[in-house]
């Protein structure tokens, strides 16, 4: 792979039945940090996405909601182009297989695979499920009428159909897997579509006629009452997306380098898809790579269960750039993940929190106490040539993850390199290094740090491309294809640089404020977790040490409760009306409730933190936090000894 020139990656085309999940968001993230990638080393890239809009499917749900299949296609389709846009996701063209130029491109396929004998019309009799758009034999249906892929009752459908000779192509096909072993990705997932072409196959009908939302037949056909198969219509979409049939402008992308695909189309993109192109004798992609199926408490997400998780609720409450990290970190490619919030807080917390967001703290930290901001790479080499070897040795093959699928993988390996950057400056103090004359060398390790986040940021580009601009902002460099060459190709260092401050890139999320909600569960997601800075994983008593003006810069004051209720569901929340001598009272969410009853705290006055960045707590606003102290007898306010005016200001 690493000497190709252009990249093509593509993600399935999404059925416009359905409100966009995690699921989809997955599928579509992992393509766009492939694409992103591809882009930042230099590989010419065309990244396409896009709805699938025709089938028996789509009109039913249309005619449910008294709508034309177009109309209803358009508010769906808009919807995800919608979330993609905000999502950031970085597609250079969003295809509908309603678009006039996908219908003629198909429509010219059609008449290519009829021309070289591969299409013949015929009569078909099976079992049909229209929720999967799918013919079943009666020996793959689940007690005589269920359909094996979603359960629901399949309908015998008998129509005169089109046929495609899949038959012809099951030797091609068993070559194709045994010549090309990384054709399927994982590897693993190789067997069962092996197992599957090697049990033979029939031929495969393409057209229907007991419904008309689709693509027609060519005209030379005259046969009218014909729409082609949906997943004929849709599987095209990945060549005429590029011009096939039309002006062929993009043509020279194909083949795709990686179509990312869930494993429930995994059969559809790797035996359909390979004859269809081998029938119109096009190159075959290189990599169909199929990830895991995303569960909720185990079950599969659905509307009807209510438990789909929404994506765009759980970046508008964690950060965008912390739920690509998450879906790419947690769940190794092609197997299977369970959502849960907890699980997405702890990465934040601690691989994004504390391993990256702390380590760029302590290089704006030490960079700015030790040297006024000024970093020099001088003398790294001089000092650290043994942590750069270990450094250089974890970056020089990482890109094979990537296009191996393995991102995980590759994610583990830049969190070894930041492991390197932490540990050298718990080994080498710095500090000690300061107080002991050894300017250069100190400078030298801040150096080393620098540049270890420098090199990590770039890799790190395609997953956190926000953040990433902050960190190349603070570090004051570029992350660009120039500078990948320099730092990650030819294994350089960079030059001197000033660092800038910047907030702390990933503020902690604090459990306790989560208290209230039951953090397992999608219902409960907060809208806005309330963070504070970083919580430094001190080495030394120096680091640790702050300003008068930094501790003024929490504004405490003594707060009189006015009002306690209860939230109704939470263990943990009460409810507060709090006057700390404002205009109006703050509405405060507590999570004290096991240990002060409502009635008990009314008339009370506490310790508050008023200006804390208001969070939403179950949808419920909280404008400030009370002070406590918790040991293992419990939990108390902080409270003023003698009853003090409300906003009596703390210091
Ligand atoms: O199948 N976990 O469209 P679709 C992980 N139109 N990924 C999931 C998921 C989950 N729970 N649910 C959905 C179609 N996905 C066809 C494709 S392509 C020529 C035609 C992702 O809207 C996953 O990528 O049902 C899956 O393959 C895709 O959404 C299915 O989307």
Redesign the pocket.
């Known amino acids: 792979m690493s000497n190709c020139k252009k990249v093509y990656v593509t993600?399935?085309?999404?059925?416009v039945n359905?409100v966009a999940?995690?699921?989809?968001a997955?599928?579509t993230i992992i393509a766009d940090m492939l694409a992103r990638y591809s882009r930042l080393v230099g590989y010419e890239t065309f990244f396409l996405t896009g709805t699938?809009e025709h089938g028996q499917k789509i009109e039913q749900s249309a005619t449910k909601r008294g709508k034309t299949p177009k109309e209803y296609a358009d508010e769906v389709s808009g919807k995800f182009r919608t979330l993609w846009d905000d999502f950031d996701i970085t597609y250079d063209k969003f295809i509908r297989t309603t678009d006039e130029d996908h219908k003629a491109g198909v429509q010219k396929a059609f008449q290519k695979m009829f021309d070289k004998g591969d299409i013949y019309k015929g009569n078909y009799e099976g079992n049909y499920c229209v929720g999967c758009e799918t013919f079943f034999t009666s020996a793959q249906l689940i007690d005589d009428e269920g359909c094996p892929d979603c359960g629901r009752p399949t309908t015998i459908v008998k129509e005169e159909s089109y046929f495609f000779k899949l038959s012809n192509y099951e030797d091609k096909l068993l070559a194709l897997y045994e010549n090309q072993p990384d054709f399927i990705l994982p590897k693993a997932k190789a067997k069962e579509i092996v197992n599957f072409v090697a049990g033979g196959l029939n031929d495969l009908s393409i057209s229907r006629t007991s419904f008309d939302w689709g693509v027609k037949l060519p005209d030379s056909f005259g046969d009218d009452k014909h729409v082609m198969y949906v997943?004929l219509d849709?599987?095209l979409?990945?060549v005429t997306a590029l011009g096939y049939g039309n002006d062929e402008e993009n043509m020279d992308f194909w083949p795709a380098n990686t179509q990312?695909?869930?494993k429930?189309?995994l059969r559809?993109h790797a035996i359909f898809w390979p004859a269809f192109l081998m029938s119109l004798e096009l190159p075959l992609p290189k990599h169909i790579a199929a990830?895991?199926?995303?569960?909720r408490d185990g079950e599969?997400?659905s509307k009807s269960k209510g438990n789909v998780v929404d994506p765009r609720e759980i970046a508008d409450a964690y950060g965008l750039d912390a739920f690509r990290y998450f879906m790419l970190r947690e769940v190794p490619f092609g197997q299977d993940g369970d959502f849960s919030q907890r699980a997405l807080m702890d990465r934040i917390n601690s691989d994004l929190g504390n391993d990256l967001g702390n380590l760029l703290n302590r290089i704006m930290g030490m960079s700015g106490k030790y040297f006024n901001f000024k970093v020099s790479s001088k003398d790294v080499a001089k000092f650290h040539q043994k942590e750069l070897d270990e450094v250089n040795a974890l970056l020089k093959n990482i890109e094979e993850y990537i296009f191996d699928m393995q991102i995980n993988k590759y994610l583990e390996d830049l969190w070894k390199v930041l492991t390197i950057a932490n540990k050298a400056i718990n080994d080498y103090e710095p500090w000690n290094m300061m107080k002991n004359d050894k300017e250069d060398e100190a400078m030298a390790l801040v150096g080393l740090i620098v540049n270890i986040m420098a090199k990590v940021s770039i890799l790190l580009d395609s997953v956190l491309p926000a953040k990433v601009k902050a960190i190349s902002q603070c570090l004051g460099f570029e992350v660009n294809n120039a500078t990948y060459k320099s730092l990650i190709k030819n294994e350089e260092l960079l030059g001197d640089v000033v660092i800038t401050k910047i907030d702390a890139l990933f503020p902690r999320i604090e459990e306790e404020l989560l208290a209230g909600a039951d953090i397992n569960k999608a219902e409960s997601i907060v809208e806005k977790p309330r963070k504070e800075s970083n919580k430094k994983e001190t080495t030394s008593e120096c680091e640790n040490v702050i300003t008068i003006d930094q501790f003024f810069g929490t504004e405490l004051k003594i707060g009189t409760i006015l009002e306690a209720v209860e939230v109704p569901k939470s263990k943990k929340l009460l409810k507060l009306q709090v006057d700390i001598g404002e205009e109006h009272p703050r509405q405060i969410l507590a999570g004290i409730k096991e240990f002060y009853s409502a009635e008990e705290l009314v008339g009370t006055q506490a310790c508050v933190v008023a200006n804390l960045k208001p969070a939403k707590l179950m949808g419920m606003l909280s404008e400030g936090m009370l002070l406590a102290a918790k040991d293992e007898n419990g939990l108390s306010l902080l409270r003023p000894e003698s009853k003090k005016t409300s906003g009596t200001k703390v210091s």
């Open positions: 993600t399935p085309i999404y059925y359905d999940h995690i699921g989809h997955y599928t699938d997943w849709a599987l979409n990945y990312i695909v869930g429930d189309i559809f990830h895991g199926w995303w569960t599969k997400m």
